[in-house]
């Protein structure tokens, strides 16, 4: 939740009216996973969480997800980002204190910082763990590589592992299903999705031969692809009686690997529309044509698109076969 009115990294604005009464709607449908960060709106998300919350008083209720390492401004000294052991204390820390509670539910380590020693990382975030503050361990937009190198290190020394990894996957944008899905689905890992709607690509927000005119968090460009995707999303949203939204949720849904969406919205409306996607039931022949539209720009890159997946539920709709090209070699 990016509630705030900091109009931080283009989100837009959204008053604490509105933002407290997306919360309680969302608490009122049975939701119980809110997901924000240190630097959203500049603090602002987690001050009014921490009010929401307490005026609600349903902390125990909850599991509340938060971030640390991205530049909290205004930017005082190099120690005030980064994974460093210095300004996870202090960015926990701070954290507690905006949102009012005494321990963390998930932290996620927001980005990868290409710095910090893995060992000191891990040995910080699990002394994090053993002082109560944080209970779970969470990762967001890592390599693959680097998240299986660091929960190696924690099951050597007997640390908290990693448990959940937040990174951008929807039905357009499938990057994460060449290593870091595999990864996460071998390693007993939760995947937890952003940018599920595609930043509006997927859902109406965009005409053909119109520019974006609405501020948003990035100058979103559709390509022929996109297009396509799209065409096949709103004819399946038309046939189900449903929004293109709760289409691409519900694909979202429905993917291997993928444990819990993530899903923003700034107004009421928005969020209960979307989130009727849940239980939207799509025919057999729906969800072929939603799989092979996605499958319209998916790369896994090699080695993946020479051997195919280990795993029965293949991604690709057509994965590859190469006897013969082993055959050749052989001769």
């Known amino acids: 939740m990016t509630f705030g009115e900091n109009n931080w990294q283009r989100y837009g604005e959204c008053t604490r009216a509105e ?11 049975g939701g119980n996973f809110l997901d924000t960060a240190n630097v959203y709106q500049v603090g602002q998300s987690e001050e009014w969480l921490g009010e929401f919350i307490k005026e609600r008083g349903n902390r125990e209720d ?12 205004p930017l005082k000294t190099r120690n005030s980002n980064g994974m460093a ?9 701070a954290s507690l204190k905006r949102l009012q509670m005494s321990f963390i539910d998930l932290l996620y380590v927001h980005t990868w910082d290409h710095s910090t020693p893995p060992e000191e990382l891990m040995r910080g975030l699990n002394d994090l763990v053993q002082q109560g503050k944080v209970l779970y361990l969470g990762v967001s937009d890592t390599p693959a590589w680097q998240v299986s190198r660091c929960n190696a290190l924690a099951e050597r020394h007997g640390w908290s592992p990693f448990v959940c990894y937040q990174g951008k996957h929807n039905i357009g944008d499938r ?4 290593d870091i899905i595999p990864m996460c689905r071998e390693m007993g890992l939760g995947v937890a999705p952003w940018s599920v709607l595609g930043a509006g690509k997927f859902t109406g927000r965009f005409k053909r031969g119109e520019q ?4 948003g968090r990035s100058n979103v460009q559709m390509s022929d692809n996109d297009w396509a995707i799209s065409d096949v999303v709103h004819e399946v949203a038309n046939e189900a009686g449903a929004t293109p939204a709760q289409v691409v949720l519900n694909w979202s849904l429905r993917a291997p690997g993928i444990t819990s969406p993530i899903v923003g ?11 009727k996607g849940v239980d939207l039931k799509l025919s057999e022949q729906q ?14 890159g090699f080695p993946h698109n020479m051997i195919g997946q280990r795993y029965e539920d293949n991604f690709a709709s057509n994965p590859v076969v190469f006897h013969r090209y082993l055959h050749k070699l052989d001769a």
């Open 212 to 215: 974006e005119k609405e501020a």
């Open 287 to 300: 969800l072929e044509r939603l799989k092979k539209a996605a499958d319209l720009k998916l790369d896994l």
């Open 62 to 73: 909850l599991v509340l997800a938060t971030k640390y390492t991205a530049p909290m401004p």
């Open 175 to 178: 990057d994460m299903e060449r």
């Open 19 to 29: 933002a407290q009464k997306l919360f309680n709607r969302y608490c009122d449908l």
């Open 85 to 93: 052991r210095k300004n996870m204390l202090q960015a926990v820390d």
């Open 265 to 275: 919205s700034r107004k009421v409306e928005h969020l209960e529309d979307t989130l």
